[in-house]
């Protein structure tokens, strides 16, 4: 009986064997293919399955903070005030304008509505609604100081936090909304925002309508001195050149005409306001009064605060004058202002005149058919017609600014003033529930995926392979702890457990069946660092090769630990030697005296040095024939030998092994690590990079449970399903 089960048993590791050699290839072959977007996508679902728990833990703690958000942030109310923008109606503060209402193109209206917008939302004005709310002090805007620059910017960002301005539509109404938990704060900032807005347009508009009253007149005098000289220089002309004086000028010489006088207006105007420009400066190099500044700016705001700071100073001031640190800044806020109206008209001047003498040089191009003569002369009435029309124009609309000025107004107002809201605006906080809920499902997808990523273990059999670019043998599962502690039991009683079936798979791919000659009989069983199971795996090959009724002999390099080698030689009547490893190499004794044989077993054990020790031995001449000696003496021969980053004395062995399985623990060696391992190996001296398959990798202390859920569609997944 004990035969035919013997018998028996070889049959199946013949038959495993030829399966297990073409598996390896066709899983060499694999590893070479690309994968595709199938294989990648399904990769991405096994990883989400796999970690499902990662996935319910962030969903049940995102839904826990979005309740919390829900309940800590309450209801909050909006106020809107409304403005109205009214483009047609005049600029009293341009030249030449008159009481007429302006046609305004499209474009020119969304320019302007996206303007009011921009500066309503613009720091400066919104710097003044809180001072108009009472929550920034005077005194400390402009303050340099840290302090004061926090408070300020923290008062600004609550409000810009809080403030909605934007466009209704496509009307000219622009609303103004604040939003706020109190109704009654929100309109109050709403309407502060708003007012303090319209009514800094309004002072804008009408200091500029006295700036233009101050500058016609003092335009007035120039442009009678050049009219004066324009007549002179027209008269003396015609005295000295024959002109046709009766011919009348075409349609060319009107359009110069026109021209030349807008080019005088303008430049009578820029030189008006250099000359002011030039005299400002003078007085501030010079230091020259406030009164004489605001005289030269025309500014009568300057002007009025010049007065009550010179009261001040005599020690007259009225109770209601502001104080002297507030007037002071006021004074010079006013003069920048003013100078960087007049800086802007300038640039503005020259632009325009730039633009008026290119189309007067065409103009001038095309009526060069006509006499020099007849041309000065003309142009010479040109330009005293001109200075004489634009004197008279500066008359008048000096007198007509006068009288508007007071009435100068933005072409902006309030429409509608924010009324506390009854209803809030915000939507329903449990609403914010199931977005966040997705939220944090697309959260811990991403969490799994990334937790994936970062794990670089090896789990399956191919991906090991294509990892180490060495073939896998295959996998040891997991032993629970009442089945570490029987495996002879085991792989002896139980041939169809899991665990059997693993190290027979591994057997039948590395050891050959047939032992025609010594060449394919000592497998070296090494790993990259400690505690990989090698030693498990190692007593467990020689277990089953005694089966067989082989001759095997377990050579135990450096001392190793494992519960299966302690049981090995305590339950298995484990005998003393009576020669030792030197007299074997000195040839004075044979290998089978020095090695220890472990009861019935067919299994002879022998120790060769401690992981200290070890180099001696190897570097020994005579390990060369001890080497020959168990080829010759043993069936199959297994080098338990130590890691390769603890002991570097293994590469020795290279040579004289014919397979090296290499033990990768599953899901814990790290794969850089195991690659830099058999980079080691593979750099010994006399290793043979033409045999590829004389190391291959063995996963060892597999969760198949675990294993299955990664579905690699490996020898695992089989393993872990139960007989049906």
């Known amino acids: 009986m004990d035969a035919f089960s013997d018998e028996h048993r070889r049959s199946q590791l013949l038959a495993a064997q030829e399966i297990r050699q073409l598996e390896a290839a066709a899983r060499i072959a694999r590893a070479a293919e690309p994968v595709d977007g199938a294989e990648a996508i399904k990769r991405i679902f096994n990883t989400l399955q796999r970690r499902r728990r990662v996935i319910v833990y962030t969903v049940a703690a995102g839904g826990i903070l979005a309740l919390l958000a829900s309940i800590i942030f309450g209801p909050s109310y909006l106020a809107t005030a409304q403005l109205i923008i009214d483009l047609q109606r005049p600029d009293i503060s341009n030249q030449g304008m008159t009481g007429a209402p302006i046609a305004v193109s499209q474009v020119a209206e969304d320019s302007a509505i996206d303007t009011h917008i921009t500066t309503l939302t613009s720091d400066a004005n919104l710097r003044q609604a809180l001072q108009a709310l009472g929550s920034l002090d005077e005194k400390d805007v402009g303050r340099a100081d840290k302090p004061a620059i926090l408070k300020e910017n923290a008062a600004l960002t609550r409000l810009r936090r809080g403030l909605k301005v934007g466009q209704e539509r496509r009307s000219r109404i622009i609303s103004v909304g604040y939003n706020d938990r109190d109704p009654n704060q929100a309109a109050q900032i709403a309407n502060a925002v708003a007012r303090v807005y319209v009514n800094s347009l309004r002072r804008e508009k009408r200091d500029t309508a006295a700036l233009a009253v101050s500058r016609f007149s003092q335009r007035l005098g120039d442009v009678r001195d050049e009219v004066a000289r324009a007549e002179t220089e027209m008269h003396t002309f015609r005295q000295v050149h024959v002109a046709n004086e009766a011919a009348g000028p075409d349609q060319t010489e009107q359009q110069i005409t026109q021209t030349a006088r807008q080019l005088a207006l303008l430049r009578s105007d820029t030189d008006a306001g250099q000359k002011r420009l030039d005299e400002f400066r003078n007085l501030r190099r010079g230091g020259g009064s406030i009164l004489d500044l605001a005289k030269v700016l025309d500014s009568p705001r300057l002007t009025e605060l010049a007065n009550i700071a010179a009261r001040k100073l005599r020690g007259r001031s009225d109770a209601a004058d502001p104080p002297l640190p507030d007037l002071l800044r006021a004074i010079d806020n006013e003069i920048v202002a003013s100078t960087s109206r007049l800086e802007l008209e300038q640039r503005t001047y020259q632009?325009?005149?730039?633009?008026?003498?290119?189309?007067?040089?065409?103009?001038?191009?095309?009526?060069?058919?006509?006499?020099?003569?007849?041309?000065?002369?003309?142009?010479?009435?040109?330009?005293?017609?001109?200075?004489?029309?634009?004197?008279?124009?500066?008359?008048?609309?000096?007198?007509?600014?006068?009288?508007?000025?007071?009435?100068?107004?933005?072409d902006i107002r309030i429409l509608a003033l924010a009324e506390p809201p009854i209803h809030p605006t915000s939507f329903n906080r449990l609403f914010l529930i199931?977005?966040?809920?997705?939220?944090?499902?697309?959260?811990?997808?991403?969490?799994?995926?990334?937790?994936?990523?970062l794990d670089h273990t090896?789990?399956?059999?191919?991906?090991?392979?294509?990892?180490?670019?060495?073939?896998?043998?295959?996998?040891?599962?997991?032993?629970?702890?009442?089945?570490?502690?029987?495996?002879?039991?085991?792989?002896?009683?139980?041939?169809?457990?899991?665990?059997?079936?693993?190290?027979?798979?591994?057997?039948?791919?590395?050891?050959?069946?047939?032992?025609?000659?010594?060449?394919?009989?000592?497998?070296?069983?090494t790993s990259s660092i400690p505690g990989e199971g090698k030693t498990t795996l190692a007593w467990s090959l020689a277990l089953l090769a005694a089966q067989l009724q082989w001759k095997v002999l377990v050579l135990e390099a450096g001392g190793q630990a494992s519960p299966l080698r302690t049981q090995a030689m305590s339950l298995l009547e484990f005998r003393s030697p009576v020669a030792t490893l030197t007299d074997v190499m000195a040839k004075r004794s044979p290998i089978a005296s020095a090695a220890g044989s472990i009861g019935r077993s067919c299994i002879s054990f022998l120790p060769f040095g401690s992981e200290n020790k070890l180099l001696p031995v190897l570097a020994n001449p005579?390990?060369?024939?001890?080497?020959?000696?168990?080829?010759d003496t043993y069936d199959l021969v297994i080098v338990d030998a130590p890691s390769i980053f603890d002991s570097s004395e293994v590469r020795l062995l290279v040579s004289k092994a014919d397979k090296i399985l290499f033990a990768v623990r599953w899901g814990t060696t790290p794969r850089e690590t195991a690659v830099s391992a058999i980079q080691l190996i593979q750099s010994a001296d006399q290793y043979d990079p033409n045999d590829p398959n004389k190391i291959v990798s063995v996963l060892t202390d597999v969760d198949l449970r675990q294993h299955a859920r990664y579905r690699f569609a490996d020898h695992g997944d089989f393993l872990s399903k139960p007989k049906s």
Not at 358 to 366: K, Y
Not at 477 to 500: C, N, V
């Open 458 to 525: 090896l789990r399956g059999e191919r991906e090991t392979a294509e990892a180490l670019h060495i073939p896998c043998a295959g996998l040891v599962p997991r032993l629970m702890p009442r089945e570490a502690h029987s495996i002879p039991h085991l792989l002896r009683e139980h041939p169809g457990a899991p665990y059997s079936k693993a190290v027979r798979s591994i057997f039948t791919g590395s050891v050959p069946i047939f032992r025609n000659g010594p060449e394919h009989k000592i497998f070296v069983i």
């Open 351 to 410: 632009s325009q005149i730039q633009s008026i003498e290119s189309r007067l040089e065409l103009l001038r191009h095309a009526a060069a058919e006509a006499t020099d003569d007849t041309i000065g002369l003309r142009a010479l009435e040109r330009k005293a017609s001109a200075l004489g029309q634009l004197y008279e124009s500066l008359l008048r609309e000096r007198q007509d600014l006068i009288e508007r000025g007071k009435l100068a107004e933005p």
């Open 434 to 453: 199931p977005p966040a809920l997705v939220a944090f499902i697309l959260f811990g997808c991403m969490i799994s995926l990334t937790l994936d990523r």
């Open 622 to 631: 005579g390990f060369a024939s001890l080497i020959e000696q168990v080829r």
